[in-house]
Nanobody
Framework: QVQLVESGGGLVQPGGSLRLSCAAS????????MGWYRQAPGKQRELVAT???????NYADSVKDRFTISRDNAKNAIYLQMNSLKPEDTAVYHC??????????WGQGTQVTVSS
């Protein structure tokens, strides 16, 4: 069983920055992929960025060149540096962990609001 704890959300003005963190804990798990998804009101959850254990990254087109995902394998943690934030980035951001076994786990989410 994997537990995920997210932090770093909040309210920011357009053009501002935020950094999200997610730490995985538990026992008996082997992580293959970690990432961030987001869900805005009335919309489906969508991929923001993922990073494999070897470091390969994937981004949604809407956040490329603005967001950066990074990973600390020793801490089983990932981070999402979000720059040049836009109102359309407003959503609940969820951390995701995919294990080698095929099991996936989700965090409860952290709210990001971009508004003046």
């Amino acid at each position: 069983q994997v537990q995920l704890v997210e932090s770093g959300g909040g309210l920011v003005q357009p053009g501002g920055s935020l950094r999200l963190s997610c730490a995985a804990s538990g026992s008996g798990f082997s992580i293959y992929v970690m990432g961030w998804y987001r869900q805005a009101p009335g919309k489906q959850r969508e991929l923001v960025a993922t990073i494999l254990s070897r470091g390969s990254r994937n981004y949604a087109d809407s956040v490329k060149d603005r967001f950066t995902i990074s990973r600390d394998n020793a801490k089983n943690a990932i981070y999402l540096q979000m720059n040049s934030l836009k109102p359309e980035d407003t959503a609940v951001y969820h951390c995701y962990v995919g294990q080698l076994s095929g099991t996936g786990s989700w965090g409860q989410g952290t709210q990001v609001t971009v508004s003046s």
